[in-house]
């Protein structure tokens, strides 16, 4: 009696064994070929959607790469900011007034200022006329100058040491106020006017 319940144990574990490789017989051949398609349908779907627009414009955007590059060309010749915009950078200038000093209103003490100006000319024929020809670094004529240095000059000496150190902020924009005029009457525009050095002693 015992062999023959061994023996049924043995015939039924052996039939599981058998049983199991037909159960777990994995994917056949269909869903996976259904894989490889969809995967490649895919693939070729969103290459076609994110390359294509890149592709296109490559090959039919060569005027418009033209008209972009002459655009940038000018970006770079022209000044893109402030007063300046539009502006050739050729006809920008930059000087400085160099050392400035004078008494204020009723006061032993005295003022040192030093300005930066940056403007441009009107026209190319009139900055080689004030600036000279081919010289890197020349400052504008003499006369222009002393006009310049004449009206800070007076600015400062119009104020009290008080008043200065009060507007000391404000006293670029006055500058620029007080000297458009006489760029403007040899054809420059000032544009912007920096407070270099600013002393009282």
């Known amino acids: 009696m015992a062999k023959t319940e061994e023996n049924e144990n043995l015939e ?14 994995g994917l056949g051949l269909v869903p996976i ?3 490889v398609f969809g995967s490649l349908l895919i693939l070729i779907l969103a290459t076609r959607f994110l390359f294509l627009p890149y592709i296109v414009e490559n090959m039919g955007g060569g005027g418009k790469k033209a008209e972009s590059t002459e655009v940038k060309e000018t970006e770079k010749k022209t000044e893109a900011k ?8 050729k006809l920008i200038k930059y000087i400085e007034t ?3 000093t004078t008494n204020p209103l009723n006061s ?4 040192v200022v030093n300005l930066g100006l940056r403007f441009y000319a009107t026209d190319e024929k009139v900055l080689k006329e004030l600036m000279g020809e081919g010289k890197e670094g020349a400052g504008l004529p003499p006369e222009i100058m002393g006009q310049l240095r004449g009206k800070v000059n007076q600015i400062l ?3 009290t040491v008080a008043e200065l150190q009060q507007r000391r902020n404000q006293l670029a924009n006055e500058f620029k106020d007080s000297l458009k005029t006489i760029f403007s009457s040899h054809e420059l525009v000032l544009g912007e006017v920096y407070l270099q050095e600013f002393i009282i002693q």
């Open 157 to 159: 000496g119009s104020l």
């Open 12 to 25: 039924s574990q052996e039939t599981e064994t058998k049983k199991e490789p037909k159960a777990s017989g």
């Open 82 to 89: 402030g007063p300046f915009a539009g502006v050739d950078k």
């Open 98 to 100: 160099g050392r400035i």
């Open 33 to 35: 070929l259904a894989i």
């Open 108 to 111: 032993d003490q005295f003022v």
